[in-house]
């Protein structure tokens, strides 16, 4: 594996994301200075169409690689590189980069799916999974008609389409979570444990929608609880193990 | 002790290589930045950039200097040393809505402005806001979201390059607050300049900012992507600061 | 539990009378009755000679002197020159009163410098004025007009001061950040923010003004309606008495109904002197 990052993007067209010898220490001030060391030397190049499952036991820092590769979490060692063709080099090191280009790259190139649904009250959730499309300019009532669709697939009721998803069921709300994730169809795609509270036949909904985007050709990295939907949605694995020095788990 | 005081306001920040960031021009720009009262340094060699069309949150408690940092940068108080290159009116939105109570809405709305605004932007721009049809009413007439809403359209309605919200939501309560926060997401997102918000809410921070500074004792002491100063915060007292509001 | 033994009524709607008509209307013509029936009574008495007609003339008597005076003219050159003199004391107080008003209000060092002088002055009873006033200016016109002006500047000069030194300085503030110039500030923040006192000061003026007035026109004098008062009690025409008194009761009323309406044209934005409150 190269540690070098420099024109990787441009001699293979393919590499969408790249990650070298990342580490993830969290220094917990506030008591006593604790160190946790939840990722040690991972590294990882990700191509268009393929589908990277993330697989190792609990504490083993997966969701924490995730959100260093979107920029959530700060890497404390290594480089993250994402395809970006407004660069001259062709990649983006989110490693140090200006807010504005890392949220340049959420809207148009890296979507996320994360377990939790955090969104702002009152929306509906129409408007919420047609808004990553309206933010990137399209016209408000082929997002609505999209989301609508999107929506429909994953078998949420059309009579919540209206309502806030604050009161819905954690099944419900995580649906509305990943359609309002997969919407754009982002080149790259970080997915974290989508599936967690799905019920099978919503888990094999799912898992299609994520080999169609793979098909599609983009550039996906997932934590998947169930065997089945990994075996689905895989087209390589990549194992974690949790760092040798930690002094506690950190999920 | 130098104190070079340079605070130099132009229409707007002069489009040139060296006031750009990348592509985008800049909204304001501090350097070096020093206020004292009296004796007692409250902001130490700060420096700021924002561009236009960036939201910016200052989060910090009461004391903090947040809210003298943003009077620096409306021109309320002159800087005691350090530069600031800003434009000559930036947009003032205070925690009070600071209308005049003897002049009708669109009088309001287009104040100093009236050749430029006129009575026809002052209605466009307060229709922006909810309040269309209202250019002949009374600010006496008016709830305190609507008043705070008249003083978002009169911050708005001649296209500034640079926006400073102090807190504008604090008078209000929770329910106006969160359409507030939308209305300001949808107006910003339409105009493009650059803002800055001092606030001590994080969820506002959270919701609307792009990038998020820290600050304690006149000092910035983290910066970065919000959700990432958010989710993983690096100095002690961001640590503190997050760790004490329940999560969102 | 306790039966509900009476019902109460509600007056929901506006009370009405049998005939229909409101009760605000049925009231106001209700205020003019005892005035009404006082001048009928007078009438009645003073024609009937219970009153004597020296003591108390009938109205219609005072109605009588009142076209007379008017008809040949008197009482148009004797109401004028009160009215002038009482103008010209009323701009030139009021003009000086409104700048040192304006001056100190906005100068701590002029307030230093001023304000206690005034204050000074102004603690001297009118009364105790009127000699050295005498020896001044002598009995003639510049005298009774000082008097005049020096009622009304105080009054101005101190609400004027304090309608200025009220102005919300966050108002001040939003100048600033909008970039108002000098006369906008003053012309859209200052005298509207200061409005209220002014007008507190003019009623107070005219009120003082009025007074300052009849004093003054005890001194010397061949016109006006204080020597026309004067002139009647030599003759013990008590007609005439009773006239001045009316006339200066109403032009009272007038100048108070005049302040009345500078309200209403500047101030009907304040809660206070709103007509109505629409939601």
């Known amino acids: 594996m190269t540690t070098s990052i420099e024109t990787s993007f441009i001699d293979n067209d393919a590499l969408m994301l790249r990650a070298v010898g990342i580490g993830k220490t969290f220094t917990l001030h506030g008591q006593g200075g604790v160190q946790i060391e939840a990722l040690a030397g991972v590294s990882l190049d990700v191509e268009r169409g393929e589908c990277v499952v993330l697989v190792g036991p609990s504490g083993a820092g997966k969701s924490t690689f995730l959100r260093c590769l979107y920029g959530n979490y700060l890497a404390s060692t290594g480089a993250i590189a994402i395809r970006d063709d407004a660069q001259a080099a062709k990649y983006l090191p989110i490693t140090g980069a200006e807010p504005r280009d890392v949220l340049r790259l959420r809207r148009g190139v890296v979507g996320y799916v994360s377990q939790f649904l955090r969104v702002i009250p009152r929306v509906s959730t129409l408007d919420l999974v047609a808004e990553p499309l309206v933010s990137r300019g399209v016209e408000e009532d082929e997002a609505r008609a999209r989301a609508s669709a999107l929506l429909a697939r994953l078998n949420v009721p059309e009579r919540l389409w209206h309502l806030a998803p604050a009161t819905f069921s954690g099944g419900e709300q995580q649906r509305v979570n990943i359609a309002r994730g997969l919407i754009a169809e982002h080149p790259v795609l970080l997915l974290d444990e989508p599936t967690a509270s799905l019920d099978a036949e919503n888990r094999d909904i799912v898992a299609s929608l994520i080999v169609e985007a793979r098909e599609r050709g983009a550039a996906i990295v997932g934590i998947f609880h169930d065997e089945d939907t990994r075996a689905k949605v895989a087209t390589r694995r990549l194992e974690l193990r949790p760092p040798v020095r930690h002094t506690a788990a950190l999920h | ?248 | 539990m306790a039966d509900l033994t009476s019902s109460r009524i509600d007056h929901a709607a506006p009370a009405r009378t049998h005939s229909g008509v409101s009760k605000a209307v049925l009231y106001k013509w209700l205020s003019w009755i005892i005035p009404a029936l006082v001048v009928v009574l007078w009438e009645v008495a003073a024609r009937t000679g219970v009153i004597a007609s020296q003591v108390l003339p009938a109205p219609s008597s005072v109605l009588g002197t009142a076209l007379d005076l008017a008809r040949n003219g008197e009482l148009a050159v004797h109401l004028g020159v009160s009215l002038l003199r009482a103008v010209a004391g009323f701009v030139i107080g009021g003009s000086i009163g409104l700048a040192l008003g304006i001056l100190v209000g906005f100068s701590p060092l002029a307030q230093a410098l001023l304000d206690r002088s005034i204050q000074m002055v102004r603690a001297v009873p009118f009364l105790a004025m009127l000699p050295l006033v005498i020896v001044w200016f002598g009995v003639g016109e510049v005298a009774k007009i000082f008097l005049v002006s020096l009622a009304v500047l105080f009054p101005i000069y101190i609400n004027t001061m304090l309608g200025i030194r009220q102005i919300d300085p966050k108002l001040m503030e939003l100048a600033k950040v909008i970039g108002l110039n000098w006369t906008a500030v003053v012309r859209r923040i200052i005298l509207p923010g200061a409005m209220p006192s002014i007008l507190t000061g003019v009623r107070y003026a005219l009120a003082h003004a009025w007074l300052a007035l009849v004093i003054a026109e005890t001194l010397a004098t061949t016109k006006g309606i204080g020597f026309l008062a004067m002139d009647a009690r030599e003759f013990l025409q008590t007609n005439v008495i009773l006239l001045t008194i009316i006339i200066y009761a109403i032009i009272g009323v007038v100048a108070d109904a005049l302040v009345r309406f500078l309200e209403v044209r500047f101030l009907s934005w304040h809660a206070n002197y709103a007509q109505g409150v629409h939601k």
């Open chain 2, 1 to 248: 002790m130098n104190a070079s005081v340079a605070l130099s306001r132009d229409a707007d920040i002069p489009a040139s290589s060296e006031n750009r960031i990348g592509d985008f021009p800049l909204a304001v720009s501090v350097r070096g930045l020093q206020r004292r009262y009296g004796a007692r340094v409250v902001i130490d060699a700060l420096d700021l950039d924002i561009q236009k069309g960036e939201f910016v949150a200052l989060l910090g408690e009461s004391g903090c200097g947040k809210t003298t940092l943003l009077r620096a940068l409306a021109g309320l108080d002159g800087p005691d040393a350090g530069q600031i290159r800003a434009p000559e009116r930036p947009s003032v939105v205070f925690q009070e809505h600071r209308l005049l109570p003897w002049a009708t809405l669109w009088e309001n709305v287009a104040l100093g402005h009236e050749a430029t605004v006129g009575r026809a932007g002052a209605a466009h721009a307060l229709a922006e806001v909810g309040l269309s049809g209202r250019e002949d009413d009374w600010p006496r007439n008016l709830s305190g979201g609507q008043a705070q809403r008249v003083a978002l359209a009169r911050a708005l309605v001649r296209d500034p390059a640079l926006l400073l919200l102090d807190e504008p939501f604090a008078a209000l309560d929770a329910l106006t607050r969160i359409k507030m926060h939308r209305l300001v997401k949808e107006l910003v997102a339409r105009h493009q300049p650059g803002v800055l918000i001092v606030t001590h809410d994080i969820g506002v921070a959270r919701l609307l900012a792009h990038r998020l500074m820290v600050m304690q004792g006149g000092e910035v002491v983290e910066a970065g992507l919000t959700d990432q100063v958010l989710d993983d915060p690096q100095h002690p007292y961001t640590q503190t600061l997050v760790s004490s509001v329940l999560p969102v």
